[in-house]
């Protein structure tokens, strides 16, 4: 088969699965078009994601396992802008919170400015030491007080400092573009903590990245957590305004309910379809935006050169490439997208969870998707991505058709029957994991493949 | 007297702890660090073999316990061990055949290597939730003290405490016994001495007659060994769950390279530094400074640096340090 018609071919196959899901209920379907566009949707943030990792490790081979880490900044990011500000937060502590991490923030330059000015001896080690424990101390004492005053405040609702909306407590929820605002204010969120990262782990050699990546991303998730001045930590924030309308409103609207009418749908179903089509329809604009972007970056000099840098890292250093800054360059960029989807995802749940970050399901869910996708190719990624979260939704009505297949000889009630039964939902990790193992052995280019 | 009781206190709470943690991983960095030294790559799915080999070793247990079979007041667990060590040194010889000697053969750069093992960290995962669940599970039997806080008060007439727990001991007396051997092994023995020759040089190696596949053959028992006690003893030690043996893989790695990958000596004192770094930096000093401040400056707060959740932060930041700094690490591993 040849590789132009292959492409389209795949991506038809896929859009066959999603139809199947929404219209039959054979097999393993659902025969809801409410569970495929669910699907739909978090494969548009997904797509975005292995996009992102593509451009690492497709464009430069870069090795990020801390996608976790930049989504959930990006998720951090949407309830800093998009949610109001607790009143009176900034006022009880919220300053001295700020003044804190400057503190903070001034006793790290002020050691490293020592350690690189004064000439080596004992006097810098104890100038060092001394200045980085003092500062460590009036730090912390700032800054406790701070978060003190702000989680004082009705802490059962608010407790944390809040966003930057402005409608206010009462009103926040009229100002939906907020979270629109949000999505590249998550992608910087991101890019920074990459920039830190990559600056510290790029250059060594290559599994350091991977290491650092992966402690970046666990104590992101710890920060969250445990900061509940910032975003609540394990205690959530909830009812995040939204970009489109809510589907109570669609249905008091004379105008929508005569419309589902008119298409043979009740009110009901009608909007959660609706809610959930505009949200799609947001994702593809901004998926078909990264697409054309990264597809006209690859066949750029700039693309060139960072697949020249991937395939021969010494030959390209020879020409007088600076590898270790394209490499930064392309480690940030990579992490603003998978920022930007996380802000994305939190807009589609309405809430910022941080609880349900985890690593299997964020990151390495996310290499899968690259790996059986064809890492290097655009396209191939997100058809990937499409494939791969179809599937990790579907494991389960799998699993548990397989199971029934395979204790179908057993008497009910058996302990193993019911083990095996109960067992199916964790046939997903390791369904994927058979699926990377045998895509990197026997076709490690991928679906479709680069060219 | 308050000194005395501070030291209890410190002891109690911050050195018996740190030890034991240190020594479970020492054995887990050793693993890595063997398998970078032999086989050149990081092991992703290092901490959830860890937890499979901890896994055999429960049902085992179970078994046992069930059949009434004991060694009180040890707990039974220990008699399970080498029928756990077996059954994962039979997994992991089975995954090499299957994953990694393909990659090997046609000389695949490291991070291929690592991908791979992070699909087989998935299907290990999956496979020991399969099995046994992602939940809790308690496996410790036997006498659960070897010295009970209250015993230590009477005897002494301290007003602290000192609670020396079996599983505490266990680890520590276990990590000596093992940590020896290896290094015997290692120094001594005709195989050992071949497997530090094809870590130093490869090619050197090949010329010199050493058969690569039985070199990574024996590699893969050994880190299944060090990889089911250390799992066994952290499960002992603490409580067995699978996602927690997952997020002992970013201390393991620190251990590994701030002590110098490929080094066993390193990996052992990476151990202890991640170990007592994580949990001085955690614990809350005012106990001990009661003790020790007069009066006048005793401390209101709990004096704690950074609160106990944050104990990984603790060994990315410790991993960051030595990667600016020493990227080759304390004792001189192997680095690019």
């Known amino acids: 088969m040849s590789y132009s018609l292959r492409t389209p071919l795949l991506f038809g196959a896929v859009a066959l699965l999603f139809i199947l899901q929404g219209s039959t209920d054979w097999w393993i379907f659902a025969g809801s078009w409410n569970a495929s566009l669910t699907i739909l949707n978090m494969a548009l943030i997904s797509a975005i994601m292995a996009l992102g990792v593509n451009l690492q490790w497709g464009y430069a081979g870069l090795f990020n396992v801390g996608i976790m880490g930049f989504v959930a900044l990006g998720g951090l990011a949407t309830v800093l802008v998009s949610m109001p500000a607790t009143p009176g937060a900034w006022s009880q502590g919220g300053v001295g919170i700020v003044f804190g991490l400057l503190v903070g923030a001034a006793t790290v330059v002020a050691a490293v400015l020592i350690n690189t000015r004064m000439a080596a001896g004992r006097n810098r080690t104890l100038a060092t030491i001394g200045t980085l424990v003092v500062g460590f101390f009036l730090y912390r004492f700032i800054f406790d007080a701070g978060v003190a005053g702000v989680e004082a405040i009705n802490p059962a609702q608010t407790g944390y400092l809040g966003g930057l909306n402005p409608g206010g407590p009462e009103n926040y929820k009229a100002h939906g573009y907020m979270t629109l605002l949000a999505w590249p204010v998550g992608g910087i969120l991101a890019a920074g903590a990459a920039w830190v990262v990559g600056k510290t782990a790029l250059g060594l050699r290559s599994d350091y990245l991977a290491i650092a990546t992966l402690g970046i991303s666990e104590i992101v998730i710890a920060v969250i957590k445990n900061e509940d001045w910032m975003a609540r930590g394990v205690k959530n924030v909830i009812g995040l305004p939204r970009p489109v309308p809510y589907e109570v409103d669609l249905q008091q609207s004379a105008d929508f309910v005569a419309r589902a009418d008119s298409l043979g749908l009740d009110a009901t179903t009608a909007s959660t379809l609706a809610v959930k089509l505009s949200y799609s329809a947001l994702f593809t604009v901004v998926l078909v935006a990264l697409i054309i972007l990264a597809q006209l970056s690859l066949n750029s000099p700039w693309g060139r050169m960072m697949r020249a840098i991937r395939d021969n890292e010494v030959a390209a250093q020879a020409m007088g490439k600076d590898v270790t800054k394209r490499h930064l360059q392309i480690f940030v960029l990579g992490s603003a997208l998978c920022g930007l989807a996380g802000a994305m995802m939190t807009t589609l749940d309405g809430q910022l969870v941080p609880g349900t970050y985890q690593p299997l399901r964020f990151t390495f869910l996310i290499w899968v998707m690259v790996i059986v996708g064809g890492s290097g190719n655009n396209l191939g990624s997100v058809l990937g991505a499409f494939l791969i979260w179809f599937l990790w939704i579907q494991v389960e009505p799998i699993g548990n058709w397989l199971m029934s297949v395979v204790t179908y000889g057993m008497e009910d009630g058996s302990a193993l029957k019911t083990h095996l039964i109960d067992s199916a939902a964790h046939m997903r990790l390791f369904s994927m994991g058979i699926v990377l193992l045998l895509v990197l052995r026997f076709s490690p280019r991928g679906l479709i493949p680069e060219k | ?336």
């Open chain 2, 1 to 336: 007297m308050d000194f005395l009781n501070a030291l209890v206190a410190l002891s109690n709470f911050v050195l018996i702890p740190a030890i034991a943690y240190g020594s479970q991983l020492a054995l887990g960095a050793l693993g890595v660090t063997l398998i970078y030294g032999i086989l050149r790559f990081s092991n992703f799915a290092h901490g959830d073999t860890m937890a499979f080999g901890a896994m055999v070793t429960i049902l085992f247990t179970w078994w046992f316990q069930s059949m009434g079979l004991s060694i009180h007041p040890l707990p039974t667990a220990l008699l399970a061990l080498p029928f756990g060590i077996v059954v994962t040194a039979m997994l992991l010889i089975l995954t090499d055949r299957t994953v990694y000697r393909f990659y090997r053969r046609v000389k695949a750069k490291p991070i291929v290597f690592v991908m791979a093992s992070m699909g087989v960290m998935f299907i290990m995962n999956g496979v020991v939730r399969f099995i046994i669940g992602p939940g809790d599970q308690r496996f410790a039997d036997g006498e659960r003290f070897i010295i009970k806080a209250r015993d230590f008060k009477n005897a002494t007439g301290l007003s602290e405490g000192l609670a020396f727990k079996t599983s505490q001991g266990i680890t520590i007396v276990t990590a000596i016994i093992v940590v020896a051997v290896l290094f015997w092994f290692l120094n001594r023995t005709r195989t050992g001495k071949s497997m530090r020759a094809f870590s130093d040089n490869e090619d050197l190696a090949l010329l010199s007659g050493i058969n690569p596949e039985r070199v990574v053959m024996i590699t893969w028992i050994i880190v299944a060994a060090l990889i089911t006690i250390a799992g066994t003893l952290y499960g002992l030690d603490k409580t067995f769950k699978p996602f927690t043996y997952f997020q002992l893989l970013l201390p393991i790695f620190a251990s590994a390279i701030v002590g110098g990958l490929g080094n066993p000596l390193g990996a052992i004192a990476g151990g202890f530094v991640i170990a007592f770094s994580e949990v001085t930096i955690t614990y809350a000093w005012k106990k001990v400074a009661v003790y020790l401040l007069p009066e006048s400056l005793e401390p209101t707060g709990l004096v704690q640096l950074m609160s106990t959740d944050y104990k990984f932060a603790v060994s990315f930041v410790i991993l960051i340090v030595v990667l600016l700094f020493k990227p080759t690490g304390l004792f001189k591993g192997q680095s690019v």
